[in-house]
């Protein structure tokens, strides 16, 4: 009985936070909808260690609240952006067809699992094989030993994603050779630079 | 010994995913549209993580840590793209925008 109403009381903070991102009650600053987002993220890491994955529930916290939204309200901030509104939708009652539409989909979803998974149990955690599930030393040995080629991809994976996000982010593509000389400060050469950006990007000297 | 059964958290994770969509589909913001994407992930790794506790499978959170790697590559390429587009066009509405040059 506890258990169920702690899922239920989780479920409501993850599902009205998220709920909260994409239809901020105050207005539609951005920088709302990522403090919500925050918000769904500390109740799904709480529902992440009810589900005995520890390990998972603290990355949860480190590296999404911790570092993905840092990044998110960073650039919020930088961009220093009004309020957005959701515009007039290009069909007649587009957004009540969508909205139908949509519950029609988690009901259908809904359903499919429901069926699917009547008599699933949990395994039982005290025996001794699942001593430690969930705990760094449990997931660190997977990882370490029969996830070690997808590891070292995330690693590659990671390492191009930060190149690319600090070329794309660079003010002035100067370094691209014959790009044709800035006019002015904010992307004035884009033209020739984003072309060849590309091109130069394997043998580019810097 | 009382549980949760497995169907309410894919439930839950369904549930999740379609908000993210909905976010998707109807924000302008590229920002907001980021962080409903993140919401999409997180509803996959929910899931994810609910199968390796009912079928008692440590893969299943070796698969969620991939998740939350790639989920912050994502952020940073998108975050990266979304300051590119800032300094080109004054906005990041993504119903405006087109092009990714002048």
């Known amino acids: 009985m506890g258990e169920l109403v702690l899922f239920y009381v989780l479920a409501a903070g993850i599902v009205l936070s998220a709920v909260a991102v994409v239809l901020p009650p105050f207005g539609r600053n951005p920088l709302h909808s990522a403090m919500s987002l925050i918000s ?36 919020i901030m930088l961009l220093n952006l009004g309020p957005d509104d959701f ?21 259908k979803i809904w359903t499919v699992f429901e069926t699917a998974s009547k008599e699933a149990k949990p395994v039982d955690l005290r025996l001794p094989e699942y001593k430690d599930f969930g705990g760094v030393e449990d997931v660190g040995k997977e990882i370490f030993t029969s996830q070690v080629l997808p590891f070292e991809l995330v690693g590659v994976l990671l390492l191009v ?46 | 010994m009382t549980f949760v059964p497995l169907g309410h958290y894919l439930a839950l994770g369904a549930v999740l995913f379609v908000v993210g969509l909905a976010g998707v589909l109807t924000r302008r913001s590229a920002l907001v549209t980021l962080m409903s994407i993140e919401i999409m992930l997180n509803a996959v790794n929910l899931t994810v993580v609910a199968f390796a506790r009912y079928k008692g499978l440590t893969e299943g959170h070796a698969l969620a840590f991939f998740n939350i790697a790639v989920a912050a590559a994502e952020a940073a390429v998108g975050l990266a793209l979304t300051l590119a587009v800032f300094r080109l066009h004054k906005a990041v509405d993504i119903d405006d925008l087109r092009i990714l040059r002048r």
């Open chain 1, 40 to 75: 769904s993220f500390f109740f799904l890491a709480a529902m992440y260690v009810t589900l005995s994955a520890h390990l998972v529930g603290a990355l949860q916290i480190i590296v999404y609240a911790g570092a993905v939204m840092v990044l998110f309200t960073f650039v």
């Open chain 1, 87 to 107: 515009g007039e939708p290009r069909i007649k009652g587009a957004k009540l067809m969508g909205l139908m539409l949509l519950f029609f989909i988690a009901g």
């Open chain 1, 161 to 206: 994603a930060v190149v690319g996000a600090v070329v794309l982010a660079k003010k002035r593509l100067d370094y691209v050779a014959d790009a044709p000389p800035a006019a002015d400060a904010r992307l004035g050469h884009d033209h020739g630079a984003a072309s060849t950006a590309s091109a130069s990007h394997g043998g580019g000297h810097p």
